[in-house]
């Protein structure tokens, strides 16, 4: 059986937040970790685009924290220098008064001295800056020490706020978990401190524009949810490949590898808002409700199903763009005789009344040819081709294809008579950019979700229940995969869309990936 629902939800204590978070506005972010990779390259350059389009409150104020002495000038300094490499437009005016709103405390995250040193200056920054008492806690850390945060924050009193006008709220980073024991124990240490409501855990593909647009284009459109079902859809492709590969982080991917890096969080996330039914409302619970449904509906696997419907490998030498790259056991901080994946090829059910018998496929990994993420919908072919007779080959199905990145658009391929004599049909593509439509940037997925933090709003963040579920259906393959006699796994080249073992998978039930 699937994990528990959460049932400790307190519905009001939500909409009082909300409420709550209009009145207030503004608050103070304290960033753990606040000069490490992420915060870096995403978070404060993030936070600095907010500030250059007017969307951050009055005052809005961070405090980076973390090991090393600085001050905060250097501190800013340093988020100068990223904000310039990281942001495409830089406006001066905008950075020097964002930068005047950052501060540096350093300090040990276990060590009770830090926790003073920073209510005292949030406290500060609180009266001087944003004049109310609004908190947000980003734990862009190490996942070995959310714990030992969350419980300083507790013992400080620093996470929990009398009355309903003001907030503190946390948005923890992942990898929230490393399985479903570690997942659910993190969940109880941080339940014992902070309430659900208050908690923000970020997956950064929901903040993606065009994964947002799979609800849009579902419900808010009449002609596709009467299609949207196992009565003509016949399977479902969800492609995340990247042609780069571990980056220097092979220390952390050695622990992790693409099932817990990729699926258990972002695919199963865009699988879920492909699957789920219509919620009610557009509020955070409702969604979260239907898209837990559709995880607990999934299809749980033994060790033989594992074998049959999951595919790993890892990238070998090769080439992208034309240029020799190294395989996965020769990066930094990879063991020569790694076993750990970077590609996994998936075949899961939604065992329910809608999707009954239509395989989803997902894939991802590193080093294929390109950068680009995709849903790809397949509908049934027509029931009887009249065409058949005059045709040499058989009649394309019609594809739906929302691609994610790094392109967003929404594709329909049909078929359409070639211009001539003969009756000869070709597929054609119906194309919808969203930069030619909108004429816009669309925002980086971090500046949404912190955004959506700052006003209360959750919907795009994940729930206890949904990343327990995750880890649920993940562990038996991570347990096969682990407790198999084995020491090679297959290679695929550096460039290439991954092993033969993944065409297999999809080739004997008569089917073939498609290539974004
Ligand atoms: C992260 C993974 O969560 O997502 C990385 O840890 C991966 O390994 C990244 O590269 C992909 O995100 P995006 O937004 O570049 O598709």
Redesign the pocket.
Known sequence: MPPAATKTIDVHAGLRDVSAAQRAGSCVMTIFGGAGDLAKRKIVPAMYNAAREGLTPPGFTIVGTGRGEMSHDQYRDLMRDSIREFVAHVDEDTLRDFLAGLYWVGGDFGDPALYVTLEGLIQQCSEERTKCDNRMYYLSTPPSVFVPIVQQLGAHNMARVSGSHHWRRIIIE??FGRDLESAKTLNREIGAVFEEWQVYRI???LG?ETVQNITALRFANGIFEPLWNRNYINHVQIT?A?S?G??G?GG??EE?G?LR??VQ??LLQVLTLVAIEPPSTFDANAVRDEKAKVLRAMRPYGPEDVDRCFVRAQYDDGLIQGKPVIGYRKEDGVSPTSMTETFVAAQFFVDNWRWADVPFYIRTG?RLPK?V?EVAIFFKRTPHLMFRRMMSDEVAPNVLALQ??PDESIAMQFEAKFPGPQMELRSVKMNFQYKEAFQVETAE?YERLILDCLRGDATLFMRRDAVEVGWWLVMPVLERWQNQQTSSIPAYPSGSWGPKESEDLLARDGRLWRTP
């Open positions: 992942k990898p997956d950064h593909y993606k995340a990247e780069i571990v980056e982080r952390y991917y992790s693409a890096d990729m969080n972002h590193k950068r993420s994610i990145q997925a």
